[in-house]
């Protein structure tokens, strides 16, 4: 059993910043590409930011030069730092992971954690 737990979610000003945090545990062998997803109300899952397992990224234009993503093989653990933060960056955020398991590789997902930009 392979669960993906994110942590780091809140309420911030605009201006401010938040760091996600995203774990990944059990019968793990390898873990290859890792990136963070948002969905706000009434839209659809869209990609923020990717990270490989040799540290390239790739991200959203709408968060370059705002967000980073970053990673931790050791604690097969994915971040994202966010800084400048938008009221437009509010949404649900989810990570997600390809992993390899003992059936071969699968795709996982995080439950989730709620950003609100507020003044």
């Known amino acids: 059993q392979v669960q993906l737990v994110e942590s780091g979610g ?13 774990a990944a545990s059990g019968s793990i062998f390898s873990i290859s590409a890792m990136a963070w997803y948002r969905q706000a109300p009434g839209k659809q899952r869209d ?5 490989s397992s040799g540290g390239g990224t790739n991200y959203a234009d709408s968060v370059k030069g705002r967000f980073t993503i970053s990673r931790d093989n050791a604690q097969n653990t994915v971040y994202l730092q966010m800084n ?3 009221p437009e960056d509010t949404a649900v955020y989810y990570c997600r992971a390809d992993i390899t398991v003992a059936r071969g590789v699968h795709n996982y997902w995080g439950q989730g954690t709620q950003v609100s930009v507020s003044p």
Not at 10 to 22: N, T
Not at 47 to 51: C, D, E, N
């Open 10 to 22: 809140g309420l911030v000003q605009p201006g401010g910043s938040l760091r996600l945090s995203c």
């Open 47 to 51: 990609l923020v930011a990717s990270i």
């Open 84 to 86: 400048s933060l938008k």
